[in-house]
């Protein structure tokens, strides 16, 4: 029950940081052709299937996606920022500088669309006491339609 609880509290505070105003910053994408690396061709994914073998498997340049963040403001007490990729891996802890555009690597598009990795980023926003103030977040779904603060942006 004690897990319960936390667990619910900790959606609670999430869902009370505000997003921040379209007006305080923007994103540029890049959209370049990559080759992916080649996996070890004696990996077996039990769970795949053939079209997605294939697509591991290419030797064909994909799509690979990179943005761009530029903070244009900063609300009082904004000093430092966080990324958190696909709601578990933190990419970067770093003082705010304004008019600086940061990168975030998205990277396969293929992969964004298929929830695989790159699908959605959070940029927390947070004060000295590293207590998050706003969020900027960005989501792919598997139509490759881009969401910025849960408005529809573009399609990949």
Not at 76 to 81: A, C, H, L, S
Not at 139 to 155: A, C, E, F, H, L
């Amino acid at each position: 029950m004690g897990k319960l609880l936390l667990f619910v509290s900790i959606i609670l505070l999430v869902q009370d940081i505000p997003y921040k105003p379209d007006d305080e910053f923007s994103i540029r994408m890049d959209l370049k052709f990559k080759l992916r690396p080649q996996s070890a061709s004696n990996t077996v994914h039990v769970s795949e299937t053939m079209a997605e073998y294939q697509k591991r498997n290419s030797t064909n340049q994909l799509p690979y996606l990179i943005l761009y963040v530029n903070v244009k403001r900063v609300t009082q007490g904004e000093i430092r920022m966080r990324v958190l990729r696909d709601g578990k891996n933190i990419m970067n802890i770093k003082k705010i500088e304004l008019d600086k555009e940061f990168k975030i690597e998205v990277g396969f598009t293929d992969d964004a669309k298929d929830k695989i990795s790159g699908y959605e980023h959070i940029i927390y926003f947070m004060d000295s006491d590293k207590k998050d103030i706003n969020r900027i977040v960005i989501t792919i779904d598997p139509n490759g339609d881009y969401y910025v603060n849960g408005q529809k942006r573009g399609r990949l």
